[in-house]
């Protein structure tokens, strides 16, 4: 028997797995577009004709603190802070966590909003970098600033989760833009049930938007293809793929950018881990395997209707050691919490959603490159036919374009942005060259994220940014 009479056959039988493989993926997702349509279906019907201002004035509301970290955000971090001061909450406090920045993030914020140093005393629950100095503005008296060694977002988090004095505490990245009554509607969960300890929201991409005083003032789809075509994949990847897991089983991520906690379930829990760059989703996995069992309330849901806006890199370079970095943690993440896969205990939990992560976020990029290698060297040599393989490529790719362009139409059927029919045209061209290398480059670096993480790296690299004030008003 030949070499070539043994690899045919192994070469056949890959190209037939990773078409399961892209049937079952794209079956969930599927299930997922479906889910969240029902989601947005009940949204829509319980909050028809609410006020969410009514909330400013109950006494039922309650209390909430924003944690903010910040490391060399000194382009953004004025921007964001105004943006948190006109938020619409009662007796908002904002902690935000200098977390031993070199670029002059907390000259901005001394001169920006007058800080006056404080008397460092709090109890510390959970052990951090030792705090330098504490930092209260005269002009605003609900903010709060903590000087710290630098130790990294999940040490900076923790700090401020030690100090802040809030029943709920809301994560946010400092270099994010939250819509004015985005508090008011993302604690809508917490007012309904008992047994919610976290919900997370939208994240939208902010490039090429008119920003002023920390507000979105005129939403429009980025004009740079690297940017337009993350800005698909954001309203992808939260409106239908977090909002379905509400339906599914509940979800694992709730994005660091934007999240609001119960929190003395965060403190319970040990607060954040320092030894990931996967942070986030580490305290989600921790505080929904805490609930096994129904001991502890564990319940995490996704609200559609709060926006958050985050400024997208707009270099390959940034944006390859972000996707570099997304794929280490959930990999150091997963195999934290392995004993979740396939067990029954956990439910829904460990015999749908662990694996789904496992097989199709963790898995997927290397499944892909396997596979698509393997599918060429199978037509090479005759092992497949070259229509079927077209046919696979047109359906595993072509089905991902439909729902993107479904999610587009989900978006935009429940949104009063008034987006220009030109910037709607944009977007459906950004989902088209979605597929036309943007895609095989991520999976590229996500399987980098893969190697990297097997070698032990927790790196998590430059993250450059334009700044909100240089974005222009396309009037």
Known sequence: MSLLDLVLPLLGAMTWAVFVYFVVSNGVQ?????????ELWRHAQTTWGERPERLLGSTAVPSMSVLAPAFNEATTVGESVRALLTLSYPGLEIVLVNDGSTDGTLRVLQDTFDLVAIHPAFRRRVETQ???????????????????????KADSLNAGLNFATGELVCAVDADTLIEPDAFLRIVRPFLGRDDVVAAGAPIRVVNGSAVRDGRVVAVRSPRRPLAGIQAVEY???????RLGWNVLGGNLIVSGAFGMFRREAMLDAGGYLHDTVGEDMELIVRLRRRGIGGTTPSRVTFVPDPIAWTEVPETLAVLGRQRDRWQRGLADVLWRHRGLFGNPRAGTLGLFVFPY????????????????????????LDAVNVP???????????????????????????TDDGIPASDLARQVGWAFLENLGYRQLTVLWRVRGLVRYLQRRTDWGTMSRRGFATVSDPR
């Open 30 to 38: 599927t299930m997922l577009l479906v889910g969240a349509a029902l």
């Open 357 to 380: 992560f496992v097989v199709v976020e963790l898995l997927g990029p290397l499944i892909e490159v396997v596979g698509l290698l393997g599918l060429a060297a199978a037509i090479a």
């Open 388 to 414: 079927f393989g077209v046919l696979f490529f047109l359906v595993a790719y072509g089905w991902g374009l439909i729902l993107s362009l479904a999610a587009l139409l989900l978006h935009h059927a429940t």
């Open 235 to 241: 309203l992808r990847a939260f409106l239908f793929g």
């Open 130 to 152: 030792p705090v330098r100095a504490l930092y209260r503005s005269r002009a605003h008296p609900g903010l709060v600033v903590i000087d710290k060694e630098n130790g990294g």
